[in-house]
């Protein structure tokens, strides 16, 4: 089964922009939901959005009016861009399909760092 694989982590300051991709093969044409989770050094993970298989997005509130997710269907590729950038926004960032079948399924994470 092909994995999840995301990009784009880094380091930046407060305030600044930063987009996060997953690629994830077939998760398109599976009509697969694809989730954005965060885990901090130390904390618990924690979910951030939720693009669902017909595009309609949801977000938790720490990230509601900061974070929109989106995808290109054609490259099977998922996005997080992420504005207003907190250092509390500071954690290791994840995707994974909902679904069943190839839908389920974890990448290996992208490490985003905020300094203030």
């Known amino acids: 089964q092909v994995r999840p694989l995301e990009s784009g982590g880094g380091s930046v300051q407060a305030g600044e922009s930063l987009t996060l991709s997953c690629t994830a093969p077939g998760f398109t044409s599976n009509l697969c939901t694809l989730d954005w989770y965060r885990q901090a050094a130390g904390k618990e993970r924690e979910w951030v959005s939720r693009?669902?298989?017909?595009?309609?997005?949801t977000y938790d509130d720490s990230v509601k009016g900061r974070f929109s997710t989106s995808r290109d269907k054609v490259k099977d590729t998922f996005y997080l861009q992420m504005t207003t950038l907190k250092p509390e926004d500071t954690a290791m960032y994840y995707c994974k399909g909902v679904g069943g079948g190839i839908c389920d399924a974890w990448g290996q994470g992208t490490q985003v760092t905020v300094s203030s």
């Open positions: 693009i669902r298989w017909d595009d309609y997005a």
